[in-house]
């Protein structure tokens, strides 16, 4: 939502080269575009950035989904082999760095601001098997599915209140770099709060007492142990008959792709005809 509030709209349409606005005629319902810069800041069209509608393609604002393909491959191998707080961290600060350049890189290039998004979509592809990893070791069986809703919906909340946050930002004196500098500094104080509370296991975490400690380790203990020097069989499991002869073993993958691909579809096409 911040794309729409960092492009000057009014200088992308005066430098269109769509004919079929040169025939355009007002009316009482659909007014004449501002061509005054004056009068189109008033009317809220305060961006700063000259992006033509070319530059601001579907393509754009997808970049973090096909990077995130590519992360998400391997990102779950390194939590559990080497632990999925720093993982998960790490991507973190990947999020909050890229955001705090992203308003100076936007000015200086477009081109720049495009790379930011593919590297926080890298981070964006680690998320999920980091908190898969997670899960595996805090979780037991029967708690792991509620808490795999926990987490996704917090996705579906975050994005209900991050564009009525973005816009009011858009608004305030600072104008659309706020919007990049508060996402930023929320995602500080995440980094934070996981660097104090946040550990790989229960029996590494002071704040748990030694009761659920136990509990943990009797029920969720030898999983994780196991899962940590396991080899998946990627080509049996891809490959096995089961998998591909019925449409239940392929609804994994299919739910998979189908929530990246809503997730940031809904966001990326939101913003796309909204400066159309």
Not at 73 to 90: E, N, S
Not at 118 to 138: D, Y
Not at 214 to 241: I, Q
């Amino acid at each position: 939502m911040a794309i729409p509030c960092m492009v000057n709209t009014t200088i992308a349409v005066q430098n269109s080269s769509s004919s079929h606005l040169d025939n355009f005629e007002p009316t009482a319902r659909c007014g004449r575009i501002v061509e005054d810069s004056a009068a189109a800041q008033e009317m809220g069209y305060q961006g700063t950035l000259d992006w033509s509608p070319s530059m601001r393609s579907p393509f754009f604002f997808s970049s973090t989904f096909y990077s995130s393909l590519v992360s998400v491959l391997f990102v779950g191998y390194l939590a559990d082999r080497f632990g999925p707080k720093i993982m998960l961290l790490g991507a973190s600060l990947d999020f909050l760095i890229m955001s705090y350049l992203a308003p100076s890189l936007a000015s200086h290039s477009y081109w720049a601001f495009f790379g930011t998004r593919l590297v926080m979509g890298l981070a964006e592809g680690a998320v999920f098997p980091c908190l898969n990893s997670l899960a595996a070791k805090w979780f037991p069986p029967t708690e792991k599915s509620t808490m795999a809703a926990i987490y996704t919906s917090g996705i579906q909340i975050s994005s209900a209140f991050s564009a009525p946050i973005s816009a009011f930002l858009c608004t305030t004196s600072v104008g659309w770099p706020s919007i990049f500098y508060f996402f930023a500094t929320a995602g500080l104080v995440w980094v934070i709060l996981g660097l104090i509370f946040v550990t790989n296991s229960p029996s590494k975490n002071k704040f748990v007492s030694e009761r659920e400690k136990k509990f943990l380790e009797l029920h969720v203990g030898n999983n994780a142990k196991l899962a940590k020097n396991a080899k998946m069989p990627w080509k049996k499991l891809l490959f096995s008959k089961e998998v591909l002869a019925t449409p239940e073993g392929l609804r994994p993958y299919a739910v998979l792709l189908f929530n990246l691909a809503f997730t940031d579809g809904v966001a990326c096409f939101v913003g796309y005809f909204v400066m159309q």
